[in-house]
C-alpha cells in the first residue's frame, strides 16, 4: 500500500516560518498534480495549495502571498513554505494526490492521502 508521509510540523509563534515535507515513494510521482490541505477539529478538510505535474501553482486565499508549494521529482517529494504563520493557520496539515490533471481545489478530486502533521502557531 502506497503512502503519503508529511514531516515538518510543530509548534511556531506568529510571524515564523515552518517547511513541511511530504515523502511519496511513487514510482510514477511525475504523472500526478499533488496537493496540500489542511484540517482543524470540527472543521471541514481545506484547501491550501496544489501543483502541476509541470510546476503551476494554485492557492487558497487565506495562504497566497504567504506559502509556497514546490515538488522535486527525483526526490519525489512535495514541499510547503509557509511564511509569516498566523494563528488561524493552526491546523492538520496533510499532502495529498490528485486523482486529475486539472488544477483543482476540490478534496474530493485526491485519492491518495497521507496522516498529517500537525502545526500550532501561537499568538
Known amino acids: 500500500q502506497v503512502q503519503l508521509e508529511e514531516s515538518g510540523g510543530g509548534l511556531v509563534q506568529a510571524g ?17 498534480r499533488m496537493g496540500w490541505f489542511r484540517q482543524t477539529p470540527g472543521a471541514e478538510r481545506e484547501f491550501v495549495a496544489t501543483i502541476s505535474r509541470g510546476g503551476d501553482t494554485f492557492y487558497g486565499d487565506s495562504v497566497k502571498g504567504r506559502f509556497t508549494i514546490s515538488r522535486d521529482n527525483a526526490k519525489t517529494a512535495l514541499y510547503l513554505q509557509m511564511n509569516n504563520l498566523k494563528p488561524e493557520d493552526t491546523a492538520v496539515y496533510f499532502c495529498a ?16 492521502w497521507g496522516r498529517g502533521t500537525q502545526v500550532t502557531v501561537s499568538p
Open 97 to 112: 494526490r490528485s486523482r486529475v490533471m486539472v488544477r483543482t481545489a476540490n478534496r474530493d478530486s485526491y485519492d491518495l
Open 16 to 32: 515564523g516560518s515552518l517547511r513541511l515535507s511530504c515523502a511519496a515513494p511513487l514510482r510514477t510521482f511525475t504523472s500526478y
